[in-house]
């Protein structure tokens, strides 16, 4: 069975997004899958460029396939028939953040078709998949209200579990991901304030650009958190995340898009996880109180949440281990995922 694993790229862009590609293929081959990735250009940042993009899309020709599996927008438009849909992410600028689509088309009614052309066009994809999959809960909640869909969760699983590892503590909240001037990232910064002196908190990842970088290193300097609010904005490698993610106390997830989190990473390391009620993280795997805090988005809530992880080696150690406990009972692993996107 030839099976190809339709996704979209950006050139030199590495992320989640095509870890999940790069593994998916690699493990279906390992099971005697016959199995190759096919990475389509896509830049829909304009809404004349997204409609293009979809037209494109639309009329590519498939040959010596026998199964899709496709990832994201809008490679999901490619038409076959027997394809499985597995939605990591929803497309942000025609979904939730639809006011970045209007300033992007520079009037609401431009703005607005493209919107609708795009969700007319996901409905049709998804009602005539053969599978499909939403990659997160946040994902499952955004096709459940813009489609009317609710599609089993399948959540992708880690590449190397074999790296993290608890390999010590060293007093640390760690945020990692990209690195943006997000609300996510600007109340942690500020729910540090009104933790004790010696509390740390680490963000790593790469900036999406230097100018979002500024902001975040500005508030933190405003604020008078420069020995207390450290910044790794290398391209960190997995083994240097793990060492991170090994050595933290706790590890916080409070973004609007889990799979920029390191939930999965941490309860590997069986380290607790800091998360809001709205991200998408679902709440049968942080159990508040048990395997990590889930708290309103708000400084104050989050300040609470920093300070019971870190106010007690030994019950954030609890929780971790917990957290392990949970995610191993979970059995999120390749072979089962993989057959159930070729069931």
Not at 95 to 102: A, P, S
Not at 140 to 151: I, K, S, T
Not at 235 to 242: C, Q
Not at 269 to 294: Q, R
């Given at each position: ?68 599996i496709s990832l994201g927008f809008p490679a ?225 809530a989050l300040a609470r949440g920093m300070v ?36």
């Amino acid at each position: 069975m030839n099976v190809l694993v339709l996704t979209t790229m950006t050139p030199f862009a590495y992320g989640r997004a095509e870890e999940v590609t790069n593994q998916l293929v690699r493990q279906m081959k390992l099971l005697g899958i016959n199995a190759e990735a096919m990475r389509l250009p896509s830049k829909g940042n304009s809404p004349e460029r997204l409609l293009d993009e979809m037209f494109i899309f639309k009329s590519l020709k498939l040959l010596n396939v026998d199964r899709v599996i496709s990832l994201g927008f809008p490679a999901y438009l490619v038409p076959f028939d027997s394809r499985a849909c597995w939605i990591l992410s929803s497309h942000p600028q025609s979904y939730d953040r639809f006011e970045e689509l209007n300033a992007l088309g520079r009037s609401e009614p431009r703005s607005r078709s493209v919107k609708e052309a795009v969700i007319r066009n996901d409905i049709r994809c998804f009602q005539s998949s053969k599978q499909l999959f939403a990659g997160s809960r946040a994902v499952q909640a955004r096709m459940q209200h813009y489609h009317g869909l609710v599609p089993d969760i399948l959540l992708p699983p880690l590449s190397d579990p074999e790296r993290f590892e608890p390999v010590g503590d060293d007093g640390y909240i760690l945020a990692s991901g990209r690195i943006e001037e997000t609300k996510s990232l600007s109340l942690l910064i500020d729910a540090m304030k009104l933790l004790p002196s010696g509390e740390r908190l680490v963000i790593a990842g790469l900036p999406d650009n230097a100018v979002e970088a500024r902001g975040l290193q500005e508030q933190v300097r405003e604020a008078g958190l420069e020995g207390r609010v450290a910044f790794d904005m290398r391209g960190l490698s997995r083994d240097g995340l793990a060492a991170l993610v090994g050595r933290a106390r706790a590890v916080a997830c409070t973004g609007d898009d889990p799979d920029r989190g390191l939930f999965m990473e941490a309860f590997q390391a069986s380290k607790p996880v800091l998360t809001v009620v709205d991200t998408g993280i679902s709440s049968n795997i942080v159990l508040n109180g048990e395997t990590g805090i889930m708290t309103e988005p708000t400084v104050e809530a989050l300040a609470r949440g920093m300070v019971a992880l870190l106010g007690s080696s030994i019950k954030a150690a609890e929780m971790g281990a917990a957290g392990n406990e949970k995610w191993r009972s979970l059995k999120v692993n390749w072979p089962a995922t993989i057959e159930r996107l070729l069931a």
